[in-house]
Each structure stands twice: as structure tokens, then as C-alpha cells.
């Protein structure tokens, strides 16, 4: 016994039992698989068995970088300017020689989640891809698209304005190689229409100009909120989840929202909402209850953005004492689906329960609310955040 304590007092002794005991924790940890980068599951779609047909594989699956900018794309898209970038790749804004049209073209950088489809690999013959970006097939099947119709690819206008699904559609896809170096690797791209008016920020700044108060913002909006619930209600019931609905990703037309950015679409028994990645981010593990949730907060945060008395939006907000306050609380408590959702906002009021108006802290005129302003707003920016996280912090997370 003296032995061994003498043995394992020395230096080298110790520093082998704890390389020892670090081996065991590591044989034995469990592995950690990558539920958020595992495949969305297409296959319930009711067209998903033959597709992609002939009809729908581009002209050229593989195109070129060409032009001064070394940033045209063939002789077909010639750049115009940057539009964006994040994450997963950059957006930029093209004009398409066949038509003339402003296009959206977004270049994919981030890890590939779907293998592709048989017909797409054979009619790449040679080239060594096996997996493309989600968005792609994702935007394809939920929100159309033109390719094989005529030689421009481009949807007509009128043919978009009569379209029920509210969703941007594919105009192109195709693969280019990130250099004129054949060993680097091909980025996969897709084109959608250019739409000039923006996002949701954008429509809060051009109604923020307009002085309105809440309530009239919320009266003239509802029509369009409501046809953007339809699409939402089309998805879920097709058995698919965006995951990702945010002012950021809500595109308009006029008095029309489309849902862009379908990256993170996901069928409804997909594994990711059952991880803990997925909770902390703050969403919920209902992703249909969770989409029509983050409409609700971003309709909230435009209007409350583009009102010309965001104090009133703010105390009525969390008194109840306004239809969107009420409308909100009670989706909080009972969530309901987009269809159920759609039909409150047709029947052009909500069920109003009146108790504990009086009482309310937040009512004007109280002494809360006439010495605490800033934490009444701060009480409401907290309230109607989509994400638990800063976006600033999300880098840590994802």
C-alpha cells in the first residue's frame, strides 16, 4: 500500500492517470450528431416522385464567371451590385439579357444539406457533386417555378400577380466554379425574381413617412397579413415548416408579402426540434405553432416600427386593450394554426376579455407609466423578439 501511494505521488505517475482518465471520457462520450445539418425529407410532397422532370432541369447546369467584374455570370446575367450577404452565401442583383428583368441571384457557401435528386446528377455527367443547398429544391416545390415554360425562364407578370402561393419562386439554378483554378469547388446558385420594394424593414421605413397611427397602420395591413397566413397554411398543411419567418425574409409587392429564403425548410417531424440547439434559440417544439408565431411578431414589429405613436402601441400592447394586444396574448396562451388565425382576423374583431384592464400598470395616466417609458419599451422589445438570442450573438450558436 505504501508502494503504490509513493508510486502515485510521483510526477510522471499522475500525469499517466489523468491521460488515462481523459481517454476513458472520451471513448465513452456520446457522439454528437449534427441533427441540423441532417437532410429535409421531401418525399411526402404529392409531386416530390418524379421530380425533377426534363421540363424542370435547367438549360445549363454548369455556367461560367465571365466579364470585366469577373462576376457575370455566361453571357445571360451581367452583374449590377451587391444586395446582401450572411452566413450562407451572398445575394446580388443581376439583369437578365433574355428579358431584360432585375434578377436575384444568391450564391450558396455554406454546408450542403440534400443529396441531390438522380436526374440532376446524371445530367451533370462528370462533374463530382452529390449535394445541393436546401433552398433549392425547397423553392422549387413550394413556390414554383418557370423553367422549361419559355426561353427567358421568367414568370410573366401576370402570371405572378394571379399566383395563390405567396412564396418566390425559381427562375434558374445552376452550379459555378468559385475560380478560373479547375480544382476549386462548384458553388451551387439561385436566381428568384428581384423584387425593388424590399423587405419588411423596408416597408417600415416607407410607412413610418406616412405618420399613421397604429391602429390605422393595423387596419390597412390586415388584408395583406391575412393573405400571408394562407400561404403559411398551404405549407403546413403540405406537411412542411419555413423555421425561419422574419421581416427579413418577408418580400413585398405592393400590397402583397411573399416568404423568401427557404434554407431551413424542414418537414414536421424533422430531429432538429427536439434538440436543445433548437430550443435555445427560443423556438418552439411545434414548428407550425413556431412559424405562425414569428408572423404574428414580425406584423407586430412593423407596425409598431412605422407608427407615428409607438408609446400608445406600446402601453395598449401590454394592457390588451388593443385588437393586435389582445390578438397577441391570446395566441400566447392557446396558440392556434394559421388557418384558425386567418379566420379571426376575417371575422374583422377577436374575442376581448376586459379583465384587469383597470388594474393594468401600463394604463396612461397611471404613475408607472408616466416615470417608466424607456422600461415599458425595453418590457415590449423583449417581448417581441423572435429569437432568445442577440443576432449579434448568434455566430455562437449556429
Request: aromatic content about 10%.
Amino acid at each position: 500500500m505504501i508502494r503504490l501511494i509513493r508510486l502515485l505521488s510521483t510526477r510522471s505517475s499522475r500525469v499517466f492517470i489523468l491521460a488515462l482518465l481523459i481517454l476513458i471520457f472520451l471513448i465513452n462520450r456520446p457522439v454528437r450528431v449534427d441533427l441540423k445539418g441532417a437532410p429535409t425529407d421531401f418525399s411526402g410532397l404529392s409531386d416530390f416522385s418524379n421530380w425533377p422532370s426534363a421540363a424542370q432541369l435547367p438549360r445549363r447546369l454548369v455556367r461560367h464567371l465571365r466579364g470585366s467584374s469577373g462576376l457575370d455570370i455566361d453571357d445571360r446575367y451581367l452583374f449590377v451590385r451587391e444586395l446582401g450577404s450572411g452566413c450562407e452565401g451572398t445575394v446580388r442583383l443581376y439583369r437578365d439579357t433574355s428579358s431584360g428583368s432585375p434578377v436575384a441571384i444568391k450564391s450558396f457557401q455554406s454546408k450542403y444539406r440534400n443529396p441531390l435528386p438522380a436526374r440532376v446528377t446524371e445530367a451533370l455527367e462528370a462533374e463530382d457533386v452529390t449535394y445541393w443547398p436546401t433552398e433549392i429544391p425547397a423553392t422549387i416545390l413550394l413556390g414554383g417555378s418557370t423553367l422549361g415554360r419559355n426561353d427567358s425562364g421568367l414568370i410573366s407578370k401576370h402570371e405572378f400577380e394571379s399566383s395563390n402561393v405567396d412564396i418566390l419562386p425559381a427562375l434558374d439554378y445552376f452550379l459555378i466554379r468559385g475560380s478560373t483554378r479547375p480544382l476549386d469547388p462548384l458553388i451551387w446558385h439561385l436566381v428568384t425574381p428581384y423584387l425593388g420594394k424590399g423587405t419588411f424593414i423596408d416597408l417600415s421605413k416607407r410607412l413610418a413617412a406616412e405618420n399613421r397611427t397604429f391602429a390605422h397602420l393595423d387596419l390597412s395591413l390586415r388584408p395583406s397579413l391575412h393573405r400571408f397566413l394562407g400561404s403559411l397554411a398551404r405549407m403546413h398543411r403540405i406537411g412542411m415548416c419555413h423555421n425561419d419567418v422574419k421581416p427579413d425574409n418577408i418580400f413585398v409587392e405592393d400590397h402583397r408579402w411573399l416568404l423568401g429564403d427557404m434554407g431551413n425548410v424542414r418537414e414536421l417531424r424533422h430531429p432538429y426540434y427536439s434538440t436543445s440547439q433548437w430550443h435555445r434559440d427560443g423556438q418552439w417544439a411545434d414548428c407550425q405553432a413556431n412559424d405562425v408565431r414569428r408572423a404574428l411578431l414580425s406584423y407586430l414589429n412593423l407596425v409598431r416600427r412605422a407608427a407615428a405613436d409607438p408609446g400608445a402601441f406600446d402601453q395598449q400592447f401590454l394592457c390588451r386593450s388593443s385588437l393586435l394586444g389582445e390578438l397577441y396574448w391570446r395566441f400566447m396562451e392557446e396558440p392556434i394554426s394559421a388557418r384558425e388565425l386567418q379566420d379571426e382576423l376575417r371575422l374583422g374583431h377577436e374575442k376581448r376579455s376586459t379583465e384587469g384592464f383597470v388594474s393594468c400598470p401600463y394604463s396612461q395616466g397611471s404613475f408607472f407609466w408616466s416615470t417608466s417609458k424607456p422600461l415599458v419599451s425595453h418590457r415590449v422589445n423583449l417581448e417581441l423578439r423572435w429569437s432568445t438570442v442577440p443576432e449579434k450573438f448568434k455566430f455562437w450558436i449556429h
